[in-house]
């Protein structure tokens, strides 16, 4: 069974910096890509950030210049540092990895819990 545990989460205040982690366990044979995606109240669950196995990345344009993603293979881990927050920036963020379980399964998505951001003004 898969599981991606995020952490890092909170509150803080506009211009502040917070850093996510989130760490996929249980039987896996690959990952590819990894992202972090975010839900704030009333709204669609948007992409904020991927990073894909070969390090390319990619980010929602709100996020640009202010958030980094980057990896670890060695721990299945994916990390969001978020700097100059803003208030917009409120929102659950969930992590997500598309991954297989064996060599010959076909690759899926698999997402965590959501961990709470809030930023105040």
């Known amino acids: 069974q898969v599981q991606l545990v995020e952490s890092g989460g909170g509150l803080v205040q506009a211009g502040g910096s917070l850093r996510l982690s989130c760490a996929v366990s249980?039987?896996?044979?690959?990952?590819?890509?990894m992202g972090w995606y975010r839900q704030a109240p009333g709204k669609q669950r948007e992409l904020v950030a991927v990073?894909?196995?070969?390090?390319?990345?990619n980010y929602a344009d709100s996020v640009k210049g202010r958030f980094t993603i980057s990896r670890d293979n060695g721990k299945n881990t994916v990390y969001l540092q978020m700097n100059s927050l803003k208030a917009e920036d409120t929102a659950v963020y969930y992590c997500?990895?598309?991954?297989?379980?064996?060599?010959?399964?076909?690759?899926?998505?698999?997402w965590g819990q959501g961990t709470q951001v809030t930023v105040s003004s």
């Open positions: 249980g039987r896996i044979f690959s990952i590819n890509d």
């Open positions: 990073v894909g196995s070969n390090d390319s990345t």
């Open positions: 997500n990895a598309d991954l297989r379980v064996w060599r010959w399964a076909t690759s899926r998505d698999y």
